[in-house]
């Protein structure tokens, strides 16, 4: 598994121990990581913080754009159609996704974002990366709460 997606996996097991939704994410830059976050609207008390959204937002701040053109997103789960819409406007080059939503996914599952003729960025999509893995900790978090 690549490193990268190997760190989202830890941090969504970081977020369901802090009663988050387990999701995790990395922005790499080449092969460095220059930000991460986890799923974090329960303890901020923000709809918008999804582990993309967080992740997103540091790695603009530490290379001082909004266009992170030449950066990849790692994320545990497929991102939902808010999340799509941000990788679609910062320009990604690439997201690589974990397990897919059925429920509420908004690339390959919903709205599929990046199909829309109104989406003006398309990044490379690759999900299946970790998959058993990050189904596992969903399950389990879902699980414990039904």
């Known amino acids: 598994m690549p490193p990268p ?3 989202a ?3 969504a097991a ?4 802090a009663g988050e939704v387990p999701v995790g994410a990395v922005v790499t830059l080449g092969d460095q990581i220059i930000a991460e976050s986890r799923n974090a609207m329960r303890g901020s008390n923000d709809p918008t913080a999804h582990a993309e959204m967080e992740a997103i937002r540091a790695a603009a701040a530490k290379l ?3 266009r992170l053109d030449d950066c990849t997103l790692w994320v545990t789960l497929e991102p939902c159609a808010m999340c799509a819409a941000a990788v679609a406007i910062a320009r ?7 397990a897919e939503d059925p429920k509420s996914g908004g690339v390959v599952h919903g709205p599929r974002v990046f199909a829309q003729p109104t989406c ?4 490379d999509v690759l999900g299946g990366i970790g ?3 990050a189904g596992e900790l ?9």
């Open 14 to 17: 970081e977020a369901a121990e």
């Open 120 to 123: 003006h960025h398309r990044p």
């Open 131 to 133: 998959e058993e893995e």
């Open 9 to 11: 996996l830890d941090l």
């Open 92 to 98: 990604f080059k690439a997201l690589r996704f974990a």
């Open 64 to 66: 001082g754009t909004s």
């Open 138 to 146: 969903l399950r389990r978090f879902f699980g414990e709460r039904r």
């Open 5 to 7: 997606m190997r760190r």
